[in-house]
């Protein structure tokens, strides 16, 4: 192994914090993973510990280096990734957070969010950002802060507090932090669209938006393209100084993992829930189905843009049979029960559990399983559950196609590869299923790892370990294709019944 051979990827999720190293062929050689301790302060309010976050990150950091064996002076660079939206805002002398981190699922700002739809905000704030006005994003959260915490708006406004995405936090911490006068306060073009404060068109903060929330332009942190120079680590923190190279929100860097770098191809992970990004090349595309438009990447100056939309539950349903049905002992003995049988005999399961998303968008929707009979078995049930994921990717998948054709895209965004991670996908049948539903053949790589391999590949994209995105684009190896074969007028049939169970939970036309 050559000096230099390695990239280190720090992946900062919702529950776990992780570092993964990998060499230049894209090959895992060691990790370490904390679990991350959720605060939950009262329903709907979610927190998480900013200096935890911190420290696990560096431990784990140091855990896998020391697990290759390997010295600082090895890693060609660190690529971060991270939780997307989940906001933290620190004082700049001491470096202590002024309160804990609002996580991306908190909801204590929707009465703000409101206010700003009521206000007709929403129009402007979807034309320049891409996102539709919710506390998802981290602009409401910011104001949150700054209106709740004693004498936070006056330390704002001095310029002694910066905020930050979980990216900049660990950027600033990594350079310096507060002892450091080269600390940099810095985030992605990626970590920045997931603000509703940065407007990604003419990508740069958003006076206007910011007047709008209130929110002092001398919070924010510098935005840099995705592979950047962002100065590098403390002598102290790993013997000796490591450059950083790499940053991406976590659907981003899974983006950049999978190789998704042309119009028209697109990922979808299935963990918990469900994210689905369709590269949409250089054309923001403007969605009329409540979809995300949203930077995919920014290289070399230039912008990729990327339709996002989301299930809400996907692995979370086989949670909920082993779980709180009891039903199976694990989510993997799904994959049995369903293979077994020819069909679920016309059991259809809508696991609206916390309403549905996209295309529906109805927040008062709750689940069902429609067509029982007497004959219905526990497998049906459980496959019911499994196809649901599928049929709700058709649905994702045909708004996205509408949203391109309606907005007249030029690029060629005939979809005809859905590239797949996270844990569901080890289900051999989903998958061939997947495929069937959507008469879309579906990969699945070899790495499986795409977030931290995404922020990888943007560290040795900037340190040269990877000559261009061709270049990573051709280590992608695909482990194994489904490719569809189901009839016709039977896909449409399971798809059509999807359809009418939906129908019976909306509340909303
Ligand atoms: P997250 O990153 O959201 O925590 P993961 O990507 O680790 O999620 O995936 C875990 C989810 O996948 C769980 O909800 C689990 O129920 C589901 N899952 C794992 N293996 C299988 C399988 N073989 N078949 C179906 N679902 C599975």
Redesign the pocket.
């Known amino acids: 192994m050559s000096l230099n051979d390695f990239v280190l990827a720090l992946d900062q999720g919702t ?1 776990s914090s992780r570092a993964i190293l990998f060499d230049h062929a894209g090959v895992a050689r060691a990790s370490a993973q904390q679990e991350l301790p959720q605060i939950f302060p009262a329903p709907g309010l979610v927190e998480h510990d900013a200096m935890v976050i911190w420290r696990d990150t560096l431990a784990t950091a140091r855990a896998a280096v020391e697990q290759a064996g390997i010295g600082a002076e090895q890693i060609a660079g660190i690529g971060i990734t991270n939780q997307r939206e989940t906001t933290v805002i620190w004082r700049r002398d001491n470096g202590q957070p002024i309160h804990n981190a609002i996580v991306w699922q908190d909801r204590r700002t929707a009465g703000l969010c409101e206010k700003l739809r009521q206000a007709g905000h929403d129009k402007l704030i979807q034309e320049r950002t891409g996102l539709i006005v919710d506390p998802y994003f981290s602009a409401s959260k910011i104001a949150w802060l700054l209106d709740n915490v004693a004498g936070a708006r006056g330390a704002a406004q001095a310029g002694e507090l910066a905020f930050g995405t979980i990216d900049s936090w660990l950027l600033w911490n990594l350079t310096g932090g507060p002892a450091g006068a080269k600390a940099l306060h810095a985030t992605d073009a990626t970590n920045a669209s997931r603000t509703m404060l940065f407007d990604i068109h003419r990508q740069c903060w958003d006076e206007e938006l910011c007047q709008l929330l209130n929110i002092p332009m001398v919070l924010l942190p510098e935005v840099r393209d995705c592979a950047a120079d962002f100065g590098h680590t403390t002598k102290d923190l790993f013997g000796a100084p490591i450059t950083i190279a790499g940053m991406a929100g976590d659907q981003q860097a899974a983006t950049i993992g999978q190789a998704c770098f042309k119009p028209g191809m697109i990922k979808s992970t ?4 469900c994210f689905v990004m369709l590269n949409t090349g250089d054309e923001a595309v403007r969605s009329q189905n409540r979809m995300l438009t949203t930077v995919a990447y920014r290289l070399d100056g230039q912008t990729t843009y990327a339709l996002e939309g989301s299930i809400f539950v996907a ?2 349903a ?2 909920w049979l082993r779980d709180g049905l009891k039903l199976i002992d694990a ?2 003995d ?2 049995a029960l369903a293979s077994g049988l020819d069909s679920t005999g016309g059991v259809v399961m809508v696991p609206a559990f916390t309403g549905l998303g996209a295309p529906y968008w109805d927040a008062d929707a709750r689940g069902a399983i429609v067509g029982l009979t007497r004959d219905s078995s526990i497998a049906q049930v459980v496959r019911a559950g ?1 196809e649901a994921v599928c049929y709700q990717t058709r649905d994702l998948l045909l708004a996205m196609q509408r949203d391109a054709a309606t907005a007249g895209a030029t690029n060629n965004l005939v979809l005809d590869v859905l590239r797949v991670d ?3 996908v ?2 051999d049948w ?1 998958m061939q299923f997947l495929a069937d539903i959507l008469d879309v053949a579906v990969d699945r790589p070899a790495v499986t790892e795409t977030t931290a391999l995404g922020a990888a590949y943007l560290a040795g994209l900037q340190t040269g370990l990877y000559p261009s995105t061709e270049a990573i684009a051709a280590q992608w190896r695909c482990q194994a294709s489904f490719t569809p074969n189901m009839a016709a007028g039977r896909r449409e049939q399971l798809y059509d019944a999807w359809r009418e169970a939906v129908a019976r939970v909306r509340t909303v036309a």
């Open positions: 529950t299935y963990g918990t829930g692995g979370a086989m949670q989510a993997p799904s994959e499994l996270g844990g569901m080890e289900n989903l």
